[in-house]
Nanobody
Framework: VQLQASGGGLVQTGGSLRLSCTASGLTFSSYIMGWFRQAPGKEREFVARITRIGGNTVYADSVKGRFTISRDNAKNTIYLQMNSLKPDDTAVYYC??????????????WGQGTQVTVSS
């Protein structure tokens, strides 16, 4: 199983980025997909998750209204559209596949992470 995350980069405060994560080696539509992030010196934290057919999404309070998670099961890919970015959003972002929830323990497979840096 592989999850390949991409789309990170350097952006100014207020800017936007779109992360992608493409999965292989698993039945993609059978998994709840999530995004997590980890800032330097901090624990990994939940960002967003989306159900198997995309009918339900959940967000961390810190990103609600600014980030949007979506999925395309035909492409085995999930996305995270990030708008109105803030310096506090700076972190390595990870995609994950599993049974869901807001804890990393609910996810079995993880991508390698993509760096997002928001300059002030």
């Amino acid at each position: 199983v592989q999850l390949q995350a991409s789309g990170g980069g350097l952006v100014q405060t207020g800017g936007s980025l779109r992360l992608s994560c493409t999965a292989s080696g698993l039945t993609f539509s059978s998994y709840i997909m999530g995004w997590f992030r980890q800032a330097p010196g901090k624990e990994r934290e939940f960002v967003a998750r989306i159900t198997r057919i995309g009918g339900n999404t959940v967000y961390a309070d810190s990103v609600k209204g600014r980030f949007t998670i979506s999925r395309d099961n035909a492409k085995n890919t999930i996305y995270l559209q990030m708008n109105s970015l803030k310096p506090d959003d700076t972190a390595v972002y990870y995609c994950a596949a599993g049974i869901g929830g807001g804890s990393s323990t609910g996810y079995k497979y993880w991508g390698q992470g993509t760096q997002v840096t928001v300059s002030s």
